[in-house]
């Protein structure tokens, strides 16, 4: 397996455009969560999945993000309009089903997002 | 919810020599909790973890403790090696299912030097 697929790898934008991130998790895996990792907040959790509905997004800072898993191999993050202090590296990562799978979440490359 | 403390924040040691990252939790129902280490500008790797019914694991030169009653856990690194350093993150959970979101900590960053 190829693991945790996320693109882009690196994201400029300007302030107010629309930013979509995109993640395909390890097949087989029904499990998906979205991370924010940033200096100042370390390792965040924004949003996940299972079974390709949302059970927690009590970490979605506000109006601006929304997340979809239209299907059990993809799953996007889209802020609009994005702001500066979006600027972060999000991680999409995936995790095997219940019970009896590891409980190891595996984690995307990640896609640096900077909003000029 | 759950909340996890880290300490240090940074740790530099000589190669060779032992390093020890700690963790603190809130939550008494947590039952899981995975060590990762993140190298620069890459992604976050699990290197070990321990569930509540164990209180201590061993891999190589990592080592986990779980104190269950203090709520603390601990990572220990034996014979530090230049590639062991990265930042290093605990975590813990309670759940499965709906309930299986990690809760991290604020990360250690580790140097080791030579």
């Known amino acids: 397996d190829a693991g945790v697929i996320q693109s882009p790898r690196h994201e400029v934008t300007e302030m107010g455009q629309e930013v979509t991130l995109r993640c395909k998790p390890i097949s087989g895996h029904d499990y998906l969560f979205w991370y924010r990792q940033t200096m100042m907040r370390g390792l965040e959790l924004l949003i996940y999945f299972n079974n390709n509905v949302p059970i927690d997004d009590s970490g979605m800072p506000e109006d601006r993000f929304s997340a979809k898993m239209p299907n059990a191999s993809f799953s996007t993050l889209k802020i609009q309009p994005s702001e500066p202090r979006d600027s972060a590296v999000y991680f999409c990562?995936?995790?095997?089903?219940?019970?009896?799978?590891?409980?190891?979440?595996?984690f995307g490359p990640g896609t640096r997002l900077t909003v000029l | 919810g759950e909340n996890v403390e880290q300490h240090p924040s940074t740790l530099s040691v000589q190669e060779g020599d032992s390093a020890v990252i700690k963790c603190t939790y809130s939550d008494s129902a947590s039952n899981y909790f995975p060590w990762y280490k993140q190298e620069l500008g890459k992604r976050p790797q699990l290197i070990i973890d321990i569930r509540s019914n164990v209180g201590e694991k061993k891999d190589q030169r990592i080592a986990v403790t779980l104190n269950k009653t203090a709520k603390h856990f601990s990572l220990h690194i034996t014979e530090t090696q230049p590639e062991d350093s990265a930042v290093y993150f605990c975590?813990?959970?309670w759940g499965t299912g709906t309930a299986s979101k990690l809760t991290f900590g604020t990360g250690t960053r580790l140097q080791v030097t030579l």
């Open positions: 975590a813990a959970t």
């Open positions: 990562a995936s995790r095997g089903p219940d019970p009896g799978a590891p409980r190891e979440q595996f």
